[in-house]
Every structure is written in structure tokens, then in C-alpha cells.
């Protein structure tokens, strides 16, 4: 995949990794307590219990890692050209030498032609050219 | 039953009975449209261009100009992206009402970094065409050069096989 799909990819992945994140953090917390009023919170079942101090954690560390994954993307951008107007100079250039490329291309193919067909017929020689 | 379920094709077909004796007595086809155009009840654009973020209503965070040094805001897009999820989770330990602003806030970095990827498609699309020139450029030198070799040796083995005749 080209490197800014990429970048689109990993911009969406983080989008992902947020929203799951604070969705199963408010979802899974077990109950605060709010004021000394009110009595201690009931206990919670045991199995949020178990594995719910774990859960922060790697979900953080999963969104420090896509971020450094951008990061590292960026770093690998290869915008090396200065703009638009380098960029369109480049093509003109590189289409005026194509051109003459192009051209000498073609004396080289019919000065081969001609070589080939010094007597053959102009039938075998048009076959030859129109190859 | 007896209806049909689709509607009949349009009947411009009756206007090419002729066109096998004579193709000019049928209409040619439509030109090319211009501008913009409806489709289906919506109207679409011919004209591909990116609308910028204000068009769309959404406050740019990145400074305008010319030439966006794209690596630099992209990277610093990310960390202000960082620092306000690090926000948004602590708004939702301490003051869990207001998270609203603090979603919008993302929600607008988000759309800020897609459009900067996005403006960055034009620059891929002429980078690729300069890269598709110099491979054909490449390609032509190679083949004048196989060209001139070729024709070479041919002209070598006529030479030698004129002299072992011109010899015997």
C-alpha cells in the first residue's frame, strides 16, 4: 500500500484504539465512590476484578505505539522535491528529453529497417516496418 | 403481471436503422460535460479539486500558505492529538460533563489531519508521473542503444560473409 493510504490507515487506527479505549474503560470500571456519605461501593464481581488494572494499561500503551507508528510513517514521507512549481519544471524537462530520446529512437528504427531491406521487396520491407 | 417490471430502453435506437450504408445519417454521440452536473437527484462536479477545510466548515489548525512543510505539521498534529486524549480522559475522571468540547476538539484534529493527507495526493499523483517518464526515458535509451549494437553486428557478419565469398 502507497505511503499515504498507509498514513490514512494508521490516522484511523488511532481514531479506533481512542474510542475503544475510553468505551470499555467507562463501560468495565467498577463503581467509585463518590462522598463519605454514602456507604463503600458493593464489591464487584471478580471477573473485571481480575484482569481490570491490566486494561488501562495496555490499551495505552497500544495508543503510544500507533502513535509512533505515525510518527515513524512521516519520518519515511519521501517529499523531497521544494513544491508544485519544482515538480511540474522536473516533468517539463523530462518530457523534452523523452521527446528527443524518442525521436533518436526512431532514426536508429528505420535506419535499421533500411539496412535490413537493402534487396527485399517494398512488400517485405512495409511488413517489416508496419512489425 | 401483463406490465413490465422495468422501464423500456430509451428509444434513440431508431435513429441508427441506417448506419451500416450510412454512418452520417445517425446523430453522433453527446460531447463531454462540462462543469457540473446532476445524477440521480444529486449533482456532482467535474472539476476534481479538493475543497479546502473552511468550505467545509472547519477551522484549520495548520498555518496556511504556499508550501506546508507537511512532515512537521502532520508530526505536530499527532502530538496535539496525544495531549488532547490525555485531556479528554482526564475530564472524564474529574469534571465527566464537559466532555463535549473536549470530543469536538478532537474530532477537528482528526478531520485537520485527514485533509492534510488528502492535500498530499496531488503531489503523490506528479511524483508518480515523474517517475513514470524516467522509466520510459530509460526504457528508449535502452533500446536505441540494443538498436545500434544490433544493426553493429549485423553489419560485422555482412562484411565477413562477403569476404569469405569475395575470398573463395
Known sequence: ???????????????????????????????????????????????????????????????????????????ALPLSEGGEEAQLKRIAELQAENDAVGQELQRQLEAAVGSLSNGTSPAKQQQRIEF | MATATFPPPPPFYRLYKDYIENPKSAPEPPPPIEGTYVCFASSYTTDDVLPSLEEQGVRQLYPKGPNVDFKKELRSLNRELQLHILELADVLVERPSQYARRVEDISLIFKNLHHLLNSLRPHQARATLIHILELQIQRRKQAVEDIKRQREEAQKLLKEALGTLAGQ
Open chain 1, 1 to 75: 500500500m502507497d505511503i499515504i493510504s498507509q498514513l490514512q490507515e494508521q490516522v484511523n487506527q488511532i481514531a479506533g484504539l481512542t474510542f475503544n479505549t475510553f468505551g470499555t474503560l467507562q463501560r468495565d470500571a467498577p463503581s467509585a465512590r463518590l462522598s463519605q456519605n454514602y456507604p463503600e461501593p458493593p464489591p464487584n464481581p471478580t471477573e473485571d476484578a481480575a484482569s481490570f488494572p491490566e486494561q488501562p494499561k495496555q490499551m495505552s500503551a497500544a495508543l503510544v505505539k500507533a502513535a509512533k507508528q505515525f510518527d515513524a510513517l512521516v519520518a
